[in-house]
Nanobody, 134 residues
Framework: EVQLVESGGGEVQAGGSLRLSCAAS????????IGWFRQAPGKGPEGVSC????????YYADSVKGRFTISSDSAKRTVYLEMNNLNSEDTADYYC???????????????????????????WGQGTQVTVSS
C-alpha cells in the first residue's frame, strides 16, 4: 500500500511561489491517481488538482488554473504541485491524496465531478500548511 508524505508548505507573501511535494512509498506508483486537496479554516475540502500518473493527464480547479502546475516523477515516486502568484485565498492546509485505480477505470477521473470528490481517494497524507500573507 502506498503511503503519502507531503512537504514544502510554509508562509509566503502574496504573489510569491511555493512547491509542494508528495512522496509515495510502496509499489505500483503508476497505478495511482494522485491529487491535491486543500481545506481552509471553516470550509470543506476543495479539490485543487490531480494527475493520472500512468498517462500524465492533469486537471485543475478553476480557481488555480494557470497558476498551479501538477507533475509527477515516477523515478522519485513523487508528485509536485508548483504554486505561483499565490493570494490570500490560497491559504489552507494542503493534502496529497491517492486512489489506486485499475487501468480501465482511470478515465473516470477525467470528470471534474469525480476527481474533485474527496471520497474517491482512500489514501491521504498528513497535510502541509500554506499561508499567504498580504
Amino acid at each position: 500500500e502506498v503511503q503519502l508524505v507531503e512537504s514544502g508548505g510554509g508562509e509566503v507573501q502574496a504573489g510569491g511561489s511555493l512547491r509542494l511535494s508528495c512522496a509515495a512509498s510502496g509499489s505500483t506508483f503508476n497505478d495511482y491517481v494522485i491529487g491535491w486537496f486543500r481545506q481552509a479554516p471553516g470550509k470543506g475540502p476543495e479539490g485543487v488538482s490531480c494527475i493520472i500518473v500512468s498517462d500524465g493527464s492533469t486537471y485543475y480547479a478553476d480557481s488555480v488554473k494557470g497558476r498551479f502546475t501538477i507533475s509527477s516523477d515516477s523515478a522519485k515516486r513523487t508528485v509536485y504541485l508548483e504554486m505561483n502568484n499565490l493570494n490570500s485565498e490560497d491559504t489552507a492546509d494542503y493534502y496529497c491524496v491517492a486512489a489506486w485505480t485499475a487501468k480501465g477505470f482511470r478515465r473516470r477521473f477525467r470528470s471534474k465531478e469525480i476527481w474533485t470528490d474527496a471520497g474517491q481517494y482512500d489514501l491521504w497524507g498528513q497535510g502541509t500548511q500554506v499561508t499567504v500573507s498580504s
